[in-house]
């Protein structure tokens, strides 16, 4: 079964940093991403990353403080979030998928395999 864990979540103070882990395990796939959502809100887009190219995007709110990368060796997407603050409160929810294109979508409907969440919290 394919399946994506995600893992580093935690408390860290406004201005702290935290790295998230997305182990994925299965079949390949073509594109990962990071998406969160705090409560009452929408599920928001935070980053993606091609596997094969690394080709990588980010929420316009996000960039310069979130960082995506992976390791192909351990088959590990990361989060590396700088400069938290407590708006980043939320739960992580890392998502893959296995479309032919190199871009990284967006859109969370065009992901085809999703983890349980992490949760992030930031406190002032």
């Known amino acids: 079964q394919v399946q994506l864990v995600e893992s580093g979540g935690g408390l860290v103070q406004a201005g702290g940093s935290l790295r998230l882990s997305c182990a994925a395990s299965?079949?390949?796939?073509?594109?990962y991403a990071w998406f969160r959502q705090a409560p009452v809100m929408e599920r928001e887009f935070v980053a993606a990353?091609?596997?094969?190219?690394?080709?990588?995007g980010y929420s316009d709110s996000l960039k310069g403080r979130f960082i995506i990368s992976r390791d192909n060796a351990k088959n590990t997407v990361y989060l590396q979030m700088n400069s938290l603050k407590p708006e980043d409160t939320a739960v992580y929810y890392c998502?893959?998928?296995?479309?032919?294109?190199?871009?990284?979508?967006?859109?969370?409907?065009?992901?085809?395999?999703w983890g349980q969440g992490t949760q992030v919290t930031v406190s002032s």
């Open positions: 299965g079949r390949t796939f073509t594109n």
């Open positions: 990353i091609n596997w094969s190219h690394g080709n990588t």
């Open positions: 998502a893959a998928d296995w479309a032919r294109y190199s871009d990284p979508s967006v859109d969370m409907g065009e992901y085809d395999a």
